[in-house]
Protein backbone atom coordinates (compact mmCIF):
# COMPACT_ATOMS: atom_id res chain seq x y z
CA UNK A 1 0.00 0.00 0.00
CA UNK A 2 1.19 3.71 -1.30
CA UNK A 3 0.90 6.07 1.38
CA UNK A 4 0.73 9.99 -0.31
CA UNK A 5 0.93 12.64 1.59
CA UNK A 6 0.63 16.58 0.71
CA UNK A 7 0.65 19.60 3.02
CA UNK A 8 1.44 23.85 2.50
CA UNK A 9 -1.86 24.56 1.66
CA UNK A 10 -3.74 27.50 3.22
CA UNK A 11 -5.03 30.80 2.15
CA UNK A 12 -3.22 33.72 0.47
CA UNK A 13 -3.62 36.96 -1.36
CA UNK A 14 -3.81 37.15 -5.00
CA UNK A 15 0.01 37.75 -6.16
CA UNK A 16 0.93 35.67 -2.79
CA UNK A 17 2.79 32.14 -3.32
CA UNK A 18 2.35 29.16 -1.56
CA UNK A 19 4.61 25.62 -2.09
CA UNK A 20 2.93 22.65 -1.68
CA UNK A 21 4.75 19.02 -0.91
CA UNK A 22 4.06 15.75 -1.62
CA UNK A 23 5.29 12.66 -0.01
CA UNK A 24 4.71 8.78 -1.21
CA UNK A 25 6.46 5.86 0.82
CA UNK A 26 5.16 2.24 0.66
CA UNK A 27 6.19 0.85 -2.79
CA UNK A 28 9.46 -0.88 -3.75
CA UNK A 29 11.87 1.82 -5.07
CA UNK A 30 11.59 5.48 -3.71
CA UNK A 31 10.41 7.48 -6.75
CA UNK A 32 7.39 7.76 -8.90
CA UNK A 33 6.07 9.67 -11.59
CA UNK A 34 3.89 12.00 -9.62
CA UNK A 35 1.20 14.85 -10.63
CA UNK A 36 -0.66 17.64 -9.07
CA UNK A 37 -4.03 18.01 -10.01
CA UNK A 38 -6.79 20.22 -8.76
CA UNK A 39 -10.35 20.07 -8.79
CA UNK A 40 -12.60 23.71 -7.94
CA UNK A 41 -16.22 23.44 -6.74
CA UNK A 42 -18.10 22.58 -9.08
CA UNK A 43 -15.50 22.00 -11.91
CA UNK A 44 -13.90 18.78 -13.31
CA UNK A 45 -10.78 17.78 -12.06
CA UNK A 46 -7.81 19.37 -13.92
CA UNK A 47 -3.99 18.31 -14.32
CA UNK A 48 -1.69 21.32 -13.38
CA UNK A 49 1.75 19.83 -13.43
CA UNK A 50 3.42 16.60 -13.24
CA UNK A 51 7.14 15.15 -12.92
CA UNK A 52 8.71 11.94 -13.97
CA UNK A 53 10.45 9.50 -11.71
CA UNK A 54 14.19 10.80 -12.69
CA UNK A 55 13.16 14.42 -12.23
CA UNK A 56 14.42 14.89 -15.81
CA UNK A 57 10.69 15.34 -17.44
CA UNK A 58 8.16 17.80 -16.93
CA UNK A 59 4.92 19.05 -17.49
CA UNK A 60 2.95 22.62 -16.83
CA UNK A 61 -0.55 22.94 -17.71
CA UNK A 62 -1.14 26.39 -20.02
CA UNK A 63 -3.02 27.87 -17.20
CA UNK A 64 -0.32 27.81 -15.09
CA UNK A 65 3.02 27.96 -16.99
CA UNK A 66 5.21 30.82 -16.21
CA UNK A 67 3.66 30.76 -12.18
CA UNK A 68 3.62 26.85 -11.02
CA UNK A 69 7.03 25.07 -11.13
CA UNK A 70 7.31 21.36 -10.46
CA UNK A 71 10.44 19.80 -8.74
CA UNK A 72 11.33 16.97 -7.02
CA UNK A 73 14.85 16.83 -4.65
CA UNK A 74 17.23 14.49 -5.17
CA UNK A 75 17.13 11.12 -3.57
CA UNK A 76 13.82 12.12 -1.43
CA UNK A 77 10.85 11.15 -2.88
CA UNK A 78 9.32 14.71 -1.91
CA UNK A 79 7.31 16.42 -5.14
CA UNK A 80 7.05 20.42 -4.59
CA UNK A 81 4.69 22.37 -6.41
CA UNK A 82 5.77 26.41 -6.31
CA UNK A 83 3.11 28.36 -6.98
CA UNK A 84 3.57 32.51 -7.39
CA UNK A 85 1.60 34.65 -8.56
CA UNK A 86 -1.57 33.25 -7.53
CA UNK A 87 -4.90 34.21 -8.68
CA UNK A 88 -8.25 33.94 -7.55
CA UNK A 89 -9.21 31.50 -9.70
CA UNK A 90 -6.16 29.24 -8.58
CA UNK A 91 -8.21 28.50 -5.49
CA UNK A 92 -9.30 24.94 -5.42
CA UNK A 93 -8.26 21.44 -3.97
CA UNK A 94 -4.84 19.92 -4.74
CA UNK A 95 -3.80 16.54 -5.11
CA UNK A 96 -0.84 15.06 -5.85
CA UNK A 97 -0.99 11.58 -7.07
CA UNK A 98 1.51 8.82 -7.92
CA UNK A 99 1.77 6.13 -11.21
CA UNK A 100 4.07 2.98 -11.83
CA UNK A 101 7.45 3.51 -12.14
CA UNK A 102 8.10 3.74 -15.77
CA UNK A 103 10.69 2.77 -17.44
CA UNK A 104 11.81 5.14 -19.18
CA UNK A 105 13.35 7.95 -16.29
CA UNK A 106 12.04 11.00 -18.00
CA UNK A 107 8.51 10.02 -19.09
CA UNK A 108 5.50 11.88 -17.89
CA UNK A 109 2.49 10.49 -16.96
CA UNK A 110 -0.12 13.20 -17.99
CA UNK A 111 -3.59 11.44 -17.85
CA UNK A 112 -5.60 10.66 -14.55
CA UNK A 113 -6.56 7.06 -14.73
CA UNK A 114 -2.83 6.19 -14.93
CA UNK A 115 -2.10 7.44 -11.25
CA UNK A 116 -2.64 4.85 -8.60
CA UNK A 117 -2.39 6.56 -5.22
CA UNK A 118 -3.74 9.69 -4.52
CA UNK A 119 -3.36 11.76 -1.54
CA UNK A 120 -6.14 13.42 0.82
CA UNK A 121 -5.88 16.72 -1.12
CA UNK A 122 -5.13 20.01 0.63
CA UNK A 123 -6.84 23.07 0.03
CA UNK A 124 -5.90 26.22 -1.36
CA UNK A 125 -7.91 29.52 -1.10
CA UNK A 126 -6.81 32.74 -2.75
CA UNK A 127 -8.36 36.18 -2.20
CA UNK A 128 -8.49 38.99 -4.59
Known amino acids: QVQVVESGGGLVQAGGSLRLSCTASGRSGNRYPTAWFRQALGKERELVAA????????YTADSVKGRFTISRVGAKNTVYLQMNSLKPEDTAVYYC?????????????????????WGQGTQVTVSS
Open 51 to 58: ISWSGSGT
Open 97 to 117: AVAPLSPVPGAVVATATEYDY
